[in-house]
């Protein structure tokens, strides 16, 4: 029984501050309202396929406002009811071939052919086979789907996805083994279709899962099969996305309406730190402005992870708290201590991180957390 195994997973539920920040993540799974994906394929657009990706990104942008407002009429109905008023104004046929998901996938796809979806922006054409700085071909490749019961108390038990490739090469990576050193050619012929991914949200949630949580590696080279998986999918709990946030504004644009709830890593809170020890370049101005966008165009629900690392205290982990204190509507922050040394630091490389965080290190990034206000204690 989950709820033995981790009952802060209903405790935490009792604070105020939690329910005000992720309202919509519980309604949800409590049922009172619909996930974004379902209303995203009942909501009309009108899109020819052979357009451009700038004449579609145009037309999805023109619809981003209009469903923002539609979301917030419909999200607290009955999905039959929704199905009833959509389908008496378009025929069931026309809303299926055109719908806001069914645009979203359409760009995705386009965009394989020179792969821009995360800000490495390497153009592999992975549409015809070519594997980008990510370590993927245009195939999703799952290596594991179960029930997680570490994840932070408000999210488990999450129905976890974890997919081989990464955006990031963080040196010190402690998944390397799915994130990097995989051996593609192994699972060439194993990849998972779009409605593979549907079956598995389906056992999933069978298995109680509270949420579908995508994670890696990284979820964002599977963006196209992941979003087009929601054209199939029919559980009635919220959708997670759990990543290194290191996509492009476009992808942004994509994915900010549909996802219910995010769980976005902040590493660094400069370009320099991540280019040295992630090899993520402009990071964190990709970051700040993604961060934001999770707020403006989308649930704006979240909880944010900041891993502390060793000697970083004074150049990310304080600078981070404080712009997520002055820059976010609803800060929610897991402090994690668990960062060890691990790949390529096991290997020789940047002696500087080759340690646990100290005992004084964590008291400071945590004090000043408290210093400031904010609200990390219940899912640190
Ligand atoms: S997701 Fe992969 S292929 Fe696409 S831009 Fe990023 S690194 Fe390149």
Redesign the pocket.
Known sequence: MWSLLRKDAMTVWQQVELQDRLVHYREIFQGKRLPRYKLARLFHVNFDESKSIEELMNIHEHYHPKFKEWLKEKQELKIEEVEKEVFSKNKEDEIKENNYLKLKVVLLNKILFA????E???H?N?AEGKI???GVDGKAYVSSAFIHMGEESPIVPSGTIFFYGC?MHCQFCQNFDISHEFNLDRYKGKDTSAVDLARMYYSLVKQNARNINFVGGDP??NMHVIVESFLDAQVNVPMLWNSNMYLTETSMKILSDIFDIWLPDMKYSNNDCAAKYSKAPKYWDAIQRNMKMIEERGSGEYVIRHLVMPEHTKCCSIPILDWVNENLKTPLVNIMAQYHPDYKILRGQFPEINRRPKTSEMYEVRKHADDIGLYWKSVS
Not at 115 to 118: L, M, T
């Open positions: 792969c821009e979806f995360c490495n922006m390497c592999a992975r980008g700085v990510c955006t964002t080279p």
